[in-house]
Structure formats: C-alpha cells, structure tokens
C-alpha cells in the first residue's frame, strides 16, 4: 500500500511490508536519480560547453569523448574513434519532405554532432565545433558522372578539406575527408560505409 516498501532478493521471498517515508529519497530513488540525471546530461561536464538546448546530450559526450580547447573556437569535442573514422560516414542519408537529405548517424552521440555545428581537424584527429542552429547536415557536397560526394563543412562554413586531386592537404589526404558513393547506392536508408568508394 502507500506508504509502505517490501525488499525483495533473487531466489527469495519478498519481506513483509513495513511502514517508511515515501518522501525521504532511498537508495533506490538516488540510483534511479542518477540514472536520468545522466540520461538528460544536467550533471555531464560536457554541459558547460554546450548550448542550453544541447546539454541533454552532455551525458553521452561524456561517454563518448572529451573536451579540449582549441584556438580559435574555444573548447571543442573530440569523439573516442578509430584513427580512420570521419564525420558523415558511419550512417545513411534519409530524403525528408521538409528538410531534404538529412544525415541519420550510427553512433550515440551522432544527433548533436551532425545537426549542431560544424567539424574541424588539427592534430589528425576530428573535433567538434557545438553551435546552436540545426540543420540536416553541414556538408558540401560535389558530384561527378554517376557518383556524390560530400564533406564536413569547417567553422567557416567551406569544406573541412578541398576538393582537390593531389597529395592533399596538410599531409592529410583530403580524399578521405571527402566521402564518395555511386548514385546507384546513395540515401534508401543504405549504409555509406558499406557503399563507400576506395
């Protein structure tokens, strides 16, 4: 009944009701306090980094990442991943009625990174540039006979790499900033990295 609590173990029979206070926060209420204290972020560190409207992603930064600060953007997100990952690549494109091709990522982090603000890249490694305003993605994209191709776009609103043949650009081979598929393969809730040419 309200106002009364039974404990219960594996293998073995509840205990018999006792009275307690149901306005006092147990163990259980601060575990479960926690968990959604966690889940929503307001106890992240990566909160303080982040607009109002994000900080319930500050949990899963957290997680996921950690936070460093780099000239001339400020504090910035670099995600624990492989030495070859990049932004834009490890999900699909889904054509939405209203906003057009919008980018559904694969990790947990992928919802604020890919529709808040922009990439950039120092040290070889991406990070994360938090900004307020959504959009489907912040790519460029190009296109050749047959394939599309897009990338990142940097804090100043132009590709993090250009679009160039050659040996790169910074010792970095912009290729594989860029990513390319065939038209054949693109969007239809395909995986890009399956798809992904060379």
């Given at each position: 009944k309200s106002g009364e609590m039974s404990v219960?173990?594996?293998?073995?029979?509840?205990?018999?009701?006792q009275f307690f206070n149901s306005a006092r926060y147990d163990a259980f209420d601060q575990w479960a306090m926690a968990l959604r204290d966690q889940r929503l972020g307001s106890r992240a560190q990566s909160?303080?980094?982040?607009?109002?409207?994000?900080?319930?992603?500050?949990?899963?930064?957290?997680?996921?990442?950690?936070?460093?600060?780099?000239?001339?953007?400020?504090?910035?997100?670099?995600?624990?991943v492989a030495p070859?990952?990049?932004?834009?690549?490890?999900?699909?494109?889904?054509?939405?009625?209203?906003?057009?091709?919008?980018?559904i990522g694969a990790n947990a982090w992928s919802w604020p990174t890919h529709h808040y603000g922009r990439w950039g890249y120092a040290r070889s490694r991406w990070f994360w540039i938090p900004d307020r305003h959504w959009a489907p993605a912040w790519v460029s994209w190009g296109g050749a006979p047959g394939y599309v191709s897009w990338c990142p776009l940097g804090f100043d609103n132009r590709p993090v790499f250009p679009l160039a043949v050659g040996s790169g650009y910074g010792g970095w081979n912009g290729w594989n900033a860029w990513t390319v598929v065939s038209r054949d393969h693109f969007g239809g809730h395909r995986s890009v990295r399956q798809f992904a040419v060379g």
């Amino acid at each position: 009944k309200s106002g009364e609590m039974s404990v219960a173990w594996d293998n073995v029979a509840p205990s018999r009701p006792q009275f307690f206070n149901s306005a006092r926060y147990d163990a259980f209420d601060q575990w479960a306090m926690a968990l959604r204290d966690q889940r929503l972020g307001s106890r992240a560190q990566s909160a303080q980094y982040l607009p109002p409207d994000l900080r319930t992603y500050g949990g899963a930064l957290d997680r996921y990442g950690a936070w460093n600060y780099e000239a001339p953007y400020g504090y910035v997100w670099y995600p624990t991943v492989a030495p070859d990952w990049r932004p834009y690549y490890d999900g699909y494109w889904s054509s939405v009625p209203i906003y057009g091709w919008t980018w559904i990522g694969a990790n947990a982090w992928s919802w604020p990174t890919h529709h808040y603000g922009r990439w950039g890249y120092a040290r070889s490694r991406w990070f994360w540039i938090p900004d307020r305003h959504w959009a489907p993605a912040w790519v460029s994209w190009g296109g050749a006979p047959g394939y599309v191709s897009w990338c990142p776009l940097g804090f100043d609103n132009r590709p993090v790499f250009p679009l160039a043949v050659g040996s790169g650009y910074g010792g970095w081979n912009g290729w594989n900033a860029w990513t390319v598929v065939s038209r054949d393969h693109f969007g239809g809730h395909r995986s890009v990295r399956q798809f992904a040419v060379g």
